[in-house]
């Protein structure tokens, strides 16, 4: 009778594992300077384990400034007119949590001013993400 060994040679993990989901995304004024912008989001995990990454396409980030206008810090005026030109005034406080604040500073308009796009991607720690953008207009929140 020939002799033979069983070998467990795979692992079958039967849990399936979901995106999360963005249902929503809504705002409301905040302050004078910002808005608050919400994200509705559902996913198979715990949410406070989710990743959240907002961008805003108007944000020039001080490399995109210095790349262009760093070339004439000798002359800080034209320095100065070159950034402001670029530098759309938007910011957001915290890109990393939700809700987050998107803002104005106030020589470049108020929360009533603020328009553009504002892009979401949330992953969760089996690696699902998804992505979720909203266009901003004047007075829309």
Excluded at 72 to 99: R, V
Excluded at 103 to 119: A, D, H, Q, V
Excluded at 133 to 138: F, G, L, N, T, V
Aim: hydrophobic share 30%; aromatic share 8%.
């Amino acid at each position: 009778m020939p002799s033979f060994q069983v070998v467990k040679t795979a692992t079958l993990d039967s849990g399936i594992g979901f995106n999360p989901v963005i249902s929503k995304i809504s705002c409301r004024i905040y302050s004078n300077q910002q808005l608050q912008v919400v994200a509705t989001v559902k996913d198979d995990g715990p949410i406070g384990d989710l990743k959240y990454i907002w961008a805003f396409d108007k944000i020039v980030s001080d490399m995109e400034i210095e790349g262009q206008c760093g070339r004439f810090k000798a002359i800080q005026s034209i320095y100065n007119t070159c950034k402001n030109n670029l530098d759309s005034g938007y910011y957001i406080e915290n890109d990393s949590i939700n809700p987050i604040q998107l803002g104005i500073r106030p020589e470049k308009g108020n929360s009533n001013s603020i328009s553009g796009t504002l892009t979401l991607i949330v992953e969760d720690l089996g690696g699902g993400s998804t992505k979720m953008e909203r266009s901003i207009q004047p007075d829309s929140c």
